[in-house]
C-alpha cells in the first residue's frame, strides 16, 4: 500500500514563497512520475508541475519562472518550490504518483495566499 502525506502550506502574502513537500511510503521501488496537482475553490483540480525519474519537468504555464520541482528519490520525497506567490495560486495542492500502472494521491495540503 502507498501512502502519500503533503506538508509545507500555510498562509502567506503575496510575493512570498512557500515549500511543499510529499513523502511516499509503503513498498515502493522506482517511482517513475510525481506530480503536484492544485485544486483552487470552485475549480477542477489541475496539473501545477510534474517530474519524472529521470529529472524531466513540466510545469503549468501558471507555474513557469515561479515555482521548481524537485524530488530526492532516495527518500521518496517531491518538492514544490513556489516563489512570487500570487492570490490566484490559493488552493490545496495535492501530490499524486502512478505506481505500477495505479495512481496515488495525498489528502492535500492548503496554501491560502493573501493579497
Known amino acids: 500500500q502507498v501512502q502519500l502525506v503533503e506538508s509545507g502550506g500555510g498562509l502567506v502574502q503575496a510575493g512570498g514563497s512557500l515549500r511543499l513537500s510529499c513523502a511516499a511510503s509503503?513498498?515502493?521501488?522506482?517511482?517513475?512520475?510525481m506530480d503536484w496537482y492544485r485544486q483552487a475553490p470552485g475549480k477542477q483540480r489541475e496539473l501545477v508541475a510534474g517530474?519524472?525519474?529521470?529529472?524531466?519537468?513540466n510545469y503549468a504555464d501558471s507555474a513557469k519562472g515561479r515555482f521548481t520541482i524537485s524530488r530526492d528519490n532516495a527518500s521518496n520525497k517531491v518538492y514544490l518550490q513556489m516563489n512570487s506567490l500570487k492570490p490566484e495560486d490559493t488552493g490545496v495542492y495535492y501530490c499524486?504518483?502512478?505506481?505500477?500502472?495505479?495512481?496515488?494521491w495525498g489528502a492535500g495540503t492548503l496554501v491560502t495566499v493573501s493579497s
Open positions: 499524486n504518483i502512478i505506481y505500477r500502472g495505479m495512481s496515488f
Open positions: 509503503g513498498s515502493i521501488f522506482r517511482i517513475n512520475a
Open positions: 517530474i519524472t525519474n529521470g529529472d524531466n519537468t
